[in-house]
């Protein structure tokens, strides 16, 4: 038998397969499409004090090998996401990871402090790095106000913190080192790259809000490329890959390159059970090249 | 609610120009024949590659349940529509559905006339409509009205004379049918109809749909309204398909709708 | 008649379209396949004081819509460059832009009194940015080092200088600002995005190099955001925009988000017209929409 | 050297699968035809999207002058090929070429033996090669050695005896023909051939080719091998195909190649 399971942090994933916070809705969209038991864990999307609208339509526009989104964070708040939502996952067998967005530190210590208390919540993610919203970068472009972003965390929750990294910064290894130093248990990149597109006889933006957040297999290189240098710099902290992941095999260059754990964001929209069709082809790909742990397999790229 | 989005490879059955630059696309694909209802649609990918990397939506056509066969009906616009058009009979397709939260609500009341206004690719989903009711009840009431620039323009209206609807076409010049817009002919029809139970069922361009809805929301007549935005992944879960309501609320057009009723959505 | 010329410093264009350095050799390569003289400027590989292997191959592999690259910089060095490569070139009414690339500031500053007493170069591309050489980018994501060199090069030569940025920063506006507070005529954008790829059989990295840079129709919408913000940030400054430039319409686009001319690079790889099919589709576009002055297109994007 | 790159949206005329995953796809190229010569190659793309982005280079394999049709044999390994496999009469295939720097130069020596030694899609250029030669000298000297590892993938056999060639088959397994390996046969033929003026060109995969080039080096006999690396542009612009020389030069192999002499390349 092949061992898919791995740690990050307190918490032990049967697979290493995730969704990506906002491209997996909170769950219960997805449960009747997959066996939502079947995931690593479930991240669901981002959730801030109070219910936010997000930004006009439209919000998506395809590039080429992916797309540009600017959703602008619309959820319905911590209350709807604990009455509403919570009871339904709570049902399956698996992680539930909240992913946190806000706007200072004290909305993120009070999004945890009420996710811990709430119970059936696993971890939670923090989002410090979308590109959508009014000062929504702030944190993640400043390794000083990471630190202490995840201090303030730390000391609110005993749940397992995982700090959501940007990609649009120089020295991404910085930032990941802040939030490790400040007691994050794993880091998960990347977020979205920013981006824009122009209707050229409308002479107008194809979002509405001006630029959106790029994913999809356009950028999967940048995305392994930043999962590497963070893991050569900072071996001991788990890291939860993302970027472009579609099939099994770009999973696996991800592990390879250090990556503890994925996440599957975009390519969900393409195939619904994508998320569980990469956990299938990892567990085959170590079956059929005699590995018996995947573990194996974390950072076990060599030049 | 959530979506039984399962994903098929099937193959193509059938592809047949039916006017210029417009297909009817047929596939076995029993599963989603089962499931399909009127106003449900599919995600369709044709490419190997990411590029284009989203499925794009389209309305269910026909269904034969006995032959496990679909079919839509599509106009060549962009890269996944060109790469539909090239699929032979034998080629695989890939589809995700079927989809929609809400779809058509047939109108159950004793004696109701079921009016349907539709153009262009929102034709299809109101000639299954149509079917289905008269598959319930062959004495169904349907008037359908079909709206175009221009006669060649016009869709399905031998496939509604097949299945005994006579659909009053109109045209914009006037070459085929009324001259005028579908509204012209939805005011005639509904006030023949006055006084009798009646719903408006319509799938068009969002110009068309809204003037449709006011027209209805003037004489007071129940109509559901089938509304098109770009939907990245028809299931719920991107956010980025929302529309807004009357009501204050911002919900998804594909798995809370698609069809709304007039009044219900804010254009 | 439509007007197709631009500015660019001191420069004038018959038409926006140059050739992005590195994907049209030396201009001599493609001089069967194409008119050189209908290009808006021919723009050669970096050139180096001393010749240059560049790194082990593999050099260049594929990835979704992309292809990542880590050429190293091979070329044969200023002085084969001015003995065999020039005189060539000096053949053709079209503009020469020579790309530098060096160490240190004073490589550049030698590479630039050689080609400004060597005669028939229209303009210098700094390339403060390329990611595959050791210290490569340390002008580029430095504003200070960038005035440095800038500065000094800007009195080494009154060629248009036109300094081109890296998408690898935090800030690109800073940079941006540097170059040109420190003389530079114009600035090009953007340079590749670092990434990288993995045999997942071999668990090895499918460069040699281990990293390249990412270039082509994926990174599109990140180069179109660059641009634009330095624009709106910088908008007296010509900009040359390019990245994922394959058609007409993607290089409207980045000139209606505030580049004064484009750069075709990748794209030339799969069409070797590229370049002068976008200058001749811009010019229909032109035509199409009734504008005589492509100038009016320049920073014409609206929200 | 610069090259006459040209782009070319040409229809298909056939193409037929010859063994298992192996086929031959001629298309109307007439401009490719007119300047094709054994060892040139184009470069194919066959998708609308940009993904794969890149086009894949392959060697010209048969010339039909007079009707302006060139074909291709390839082997089914990716995106590319997977693409080029699906073209039917009628589609259109995007070329961009010939390619290619130096090419094989015949031996023009009086009574010189050509000996090709070809495997796997390395076989069609020889092929080209050795029916020029015979177009040009019905009584050319030909040995042709074709290596595989099973008798179910050797090529070209049938096509090289309509042409009057009969080559000498080598199977790995013993399969069919010689067992052995190329190397193997050619070493017999080069001792046939001792004192009489001989030229070996050579082309497969590279592990092949290098064995070959050493053999030709211990005997003493002048070879030519079109050396296979990935070639991103095949113009002689991206420098990622490079390869390095004994002399010390880094070159690159589409334009200062693809065909290089034994000794000169570093393997
Ligand atoms: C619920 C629903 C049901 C539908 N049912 C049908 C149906 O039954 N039949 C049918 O034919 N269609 C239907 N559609 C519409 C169909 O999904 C779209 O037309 C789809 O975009 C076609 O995909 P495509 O790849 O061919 O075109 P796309 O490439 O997506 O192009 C679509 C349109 O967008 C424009 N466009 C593309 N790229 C750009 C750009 N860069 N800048 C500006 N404009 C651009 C194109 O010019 C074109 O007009 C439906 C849509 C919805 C939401
Ligand atoms: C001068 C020249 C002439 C040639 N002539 C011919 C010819 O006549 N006939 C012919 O059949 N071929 C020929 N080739 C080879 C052909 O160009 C290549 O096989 C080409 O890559 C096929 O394209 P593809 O898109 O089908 O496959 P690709 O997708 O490019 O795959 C090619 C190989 O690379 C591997 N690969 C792809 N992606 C990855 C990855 N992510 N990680 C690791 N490995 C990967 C695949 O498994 C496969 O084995 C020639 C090559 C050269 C240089
Ligand atoms: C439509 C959409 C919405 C997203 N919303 C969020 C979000 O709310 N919070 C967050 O941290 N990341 C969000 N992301 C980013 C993804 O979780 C992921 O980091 C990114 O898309 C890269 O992975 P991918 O290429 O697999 O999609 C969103 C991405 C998309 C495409
Ligand atoms: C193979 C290759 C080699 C390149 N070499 C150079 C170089 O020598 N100097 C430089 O400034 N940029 C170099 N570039 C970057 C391009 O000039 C351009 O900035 C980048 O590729 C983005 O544009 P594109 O997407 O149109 O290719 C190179 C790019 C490629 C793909
Ligand atoms: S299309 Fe994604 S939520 Fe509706
Ligand atoms: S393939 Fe680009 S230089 Fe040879």
């Known amino acids: 038998m092949v061992n898919t399971s791995v740690k990050i942090g307190k918490l032990t994933l049967r697979n290493p397969v995730m969704t990506g916070s906002g491209t997996f809705g909170f769950g219960s969209e997805m449960s009747e499409a997959l066996d939502l038991s079947a995931l690593g864990a479930c991240v669901v999307k981002s959730t801030s004090r109070e219910p936010r609208l997000g930004n006009p339509t439209p919000r998506i526009i395809e590039t080429s090998s992916g797309i540009l989104n600017a959703i602008g964070l619309q959820n319905g708040g911590i209350d709807n996401f604990i009455e509403e ?82 990609p649009n910064v120089t020295d991404v290894v910085s930032v990941g080192r802040a939030a490790a130093d400040a007691g994050s248990d794993a880091l998960s990149l990347i977020n979205t790259l920013l981006g824009t597109a122009i209707d050229i006889r409308k002479r107008k933006f194809r979002l509405a809000n001006v630029t959106g957040g790029l994913s999809g297999p356009a950028i999967k290189p940048i995305a392994l490329r930043m999962v590497w240098q963070v893991h050569q710099a900072l071996p001991n902290i788990p890291l939860v890959g993302m970027g472009g992941i579609v099939t099994a095999n770009d999973a696996i260059e991800f592990l390879l390159a250090g990556a503890t754990a994925v996440a599957v964001g975009t390519a969900t929209f393409i195939n619904p059970t994508a998320a569980i069709d990469v956990a299938n082809g990892i567990e085959k790909f170590l079956a059929e090249q005699g590995i018996d742990d995947v573990n194996e397999l974390i950072g076990a790229v060599t030049r | 609610m959530p979506v039984s989005a399962q994903r098929y490879l099937v193959p193509v059955i059938s592809n047949d120009e039916i006017i210029a630059d417009h297909r009817v696309l047929t596939c076995h694909a029993p599963e989603v024949a089962a499931l399909a209802r009127p106003g449900h649609f599919v995600n369709v990918s044709v490419g190997d590659g990411y590029d284009p990397f989203l499925r794009k939506p389209f309305s269910i056509y026909t269904v034969d349940r006995e032959r496990g066969e679909i079919s839509m009906l599509f106009s060549i616009v962009g890269a996944t529509t060109r790469g539909m058009a090239k699929k032979r009979a034998g080629d695989e397709i890939d589809l995700v559905g079927p989809l929609g939260g809400k779809i058509f609500q047939p109108d159950s009341r004793e004696g109701a006339t079921h009016v349907m206004v539709g153009g262009g690719y929102g034709v299809p989903p109101l000639v299954f409509l149509s079917k289905e009711l008269l598959t319930a009840d062959p004495g169904a009431n349907i008037e359908f009205i079909i709206g175009a620039r221009h006669k060649d323009l016009l869709l399905c209206e031998a496939e509604l004379a097949e299945a005994g609807v006579t659909a009053r076409m109109t045209t914009e010049d006037g070459s085929h049918g009324m001259r005028g817009r579908v509204t012209d002919a939805l005011r005639l029809v509904l006030e023949e109809q006055s006084g009798n139970p009646v719903t408006v069922y319509c799938c068009g361009p969002t110009p068309m749909m809204h003037a449709v809805s006011d027209l209805c929301l003037e004489l007071g007549a129940p109509c559901q309204l089938s509304v098109e935005v770009g939907m990245p992944c028809g299931m719920g879960v991107c956010m980025a398909c929302v529309v807004d309501l009357a009501d204050g609320r911002r919900v998804r057009c594909c798995t809370d709708g698609p069809v709304f009723g007039a009044g219900e959505v804010i254009w």
């Open chain 1, 85 to 166: 939502k919570l009871p339904f996952l709570r049902q399956y067998d698996v992680p539930i990871i909240v992913n946190l967005v806000g706007y200072e530190v004290a909305d993120y210590v009070y999004l945890a402090e009420r996710l811990t208390e709430a119970g059936g919540v696993h971890a939670l993610e923090i989002n410090i790095s979308c590109p959508n919203v009014k000062h929504g970068c702030d944190f993640a472009v400043d390794p000083k106000l990471t630190f202490e972003l995840i201090t303030a965390l730390r000391k609110a929750t005993d749940l397992t913190l995982i700090t959501k990294l940007s």
